[in-house]
């Protein structure tokens, strides 16, 4: 089952416009991380951010963790066609003792030029 | 290195063929992952292996095989397949299980006829 929900399902800006996505999760985490996939490909790891902080930057990154809130935003300020992409936030969850990533539904994000 | 290398690109099989995906490592991660991904969906976990013993099954069909044979290779037997497998494999890898970032390989296309 899915741990982490992720609005919009789409986005479509324009190249210099910011960028922000949502997601939202239902149990407790240690940390809570954002990839990116074009299309087709492997996923990139972008940001993990932990339990304990509320606010990570990485370059034209920022992302925010509300976790009484049990939620996440990625904003990508000005955005590049470059940042085209699906955008995934993935949370960990327990299972036998061991620790997994489960990935929420991503958005789709589209830059024009 | 930081590459998760996967082999083949693409892979077009029958039902009744035997066929293995490969991915390889040297990062000296000790947690290794297969996930599936159909189109417009997120990742989902297959198989994990923490220090090459499997430690997550996520009640996956038997027709697919996983073998870890050292620290840095990780395979996916294929036999018997549907054509509702078809999809994106994707290979990752981590330093330890769970709660660090993944490196994504490219991922196999497989399409079952």
């Known amino acids: 089952s899915q741990q982490g929900e992720e609005d919009p399902q789409a986005l479509s800006i324009q190249e210099g416009e910011n960028a922000t996505m949502n997601c939202s999760y239902k149990?407790?985490?240690?940390?809570l991380q954002w990839y990116r996939q074009n299309s087709g490909r492997g996923l990139v790891h972008l940001i993990l951010?932990?339990?304990?902080?509320r606010e990570k930057h990485s370059g034209r990154l920022r992302v925010t963790l509300d976790t009484s809130k049990k939620s996440s935003s990625l904003l990508i300020t000005a955005s590049r066609a470059a940042d085209t992409a699906s955008y995934f936030c993935a949370t960990d969850a327990a299972s036998g003792g061991y620790n997994k990533l489960i990935f929420g539904a991503g958005t789709r994000l589209a830059v024009h030029p | 290195d930081t590459e998760v290398t996967q082999t083949p690109k693409h892979l077009v099989m029958g039902m009744t063929n035997k066929k293995s995906l490969k991915c390889e490592q040297h990062m000296g991660h000790r947690a290794m992952y297969w996930y599936k991904q159909k189109a417009k969906k997120p990742p989902e976990l297959m198989f994990v292996?923490?220090?090459?013993?499997?430690?997550i099954n996520e009640s996956v069909p038997s027709r697919f095989s996983p073998e870890c044979p050292n620290s840095s290779l990780l395979n996916l037997h294929l036999h018997a397949l549907q054509p509702e497998d078809s999809a994106l494999y994707l290979c990752a890898s981590s330093q330890g299980q769970g709660l660090n970032e993944q490196f994504f390989g490219p991922g196999t296309r497989l399409t079952v006829l």
């Open positions: 149990t407790s985490i240690n940390n």
């Open positions: 951010i932990r339990s304990n902080e």
């Open positions: 292996y923490s220090y090459e013993k499997l430690s």
